[in-house]
């Protein structure tokens, strides 16, 4: 089973950047799809970005649309996840997960998740 450890997070003001990085380990994610999920306190973990496995297609949330980028980089198993313009309400844990589609990722169940990155946006 793949294994994920997300990290990048910390705490910045309203209007900052941050990226966040998945870094996999147990088997290639060049065949997968890779997404960005959030959980904010007190809130339903939620989508936030999708890449498909050939890094052609992504796809957001409208709250992150125009402020977020996700990449990949097949070579070094990992994926990124580029945050410009952050506001407060961005504050959560930010998880990564993988799936075989881009539809998957965003709709499917998941039984493992990594430790997540915190992010904190300040005002």
């Known amino acids: 089973q793949v294994q994920l450890v997300e990290s990048g997070g910390g705490l910045v003001q309203a209007g900052g950047s941050l990226r966040l990085s998945c870094a996999a380990s147990g088997r290639s994610l060049s065949s997968y799809a890779m997404g960005w999920f959030r959980q904010a306190p007190g809130k339903e973990r939620e989508f936030v970005a999708v890449?498909?496995?050939?890094?052609?297609?992504?796809n957001y949330a409208d709250s992150v649309k125009g402020r977020f980028t996700i990449s990949r980089d097949d070579a070094k198993n990992t994926a990124y996840l580029q945050m410009n313009s952050l506001k407060p309400e961005d504050t959560a844990v930010y998880y990564c997960n993988t799936k075989r589609s881009m539809k998957e990722v965003i709709s499917g169940e998941y039984v493992y998740w990594g430790q997540g990155t915190q992010v904190t946006v300040s005002l």
């Open positions: 890449i498909n496995w050939s890094g052609s297609s992504e």
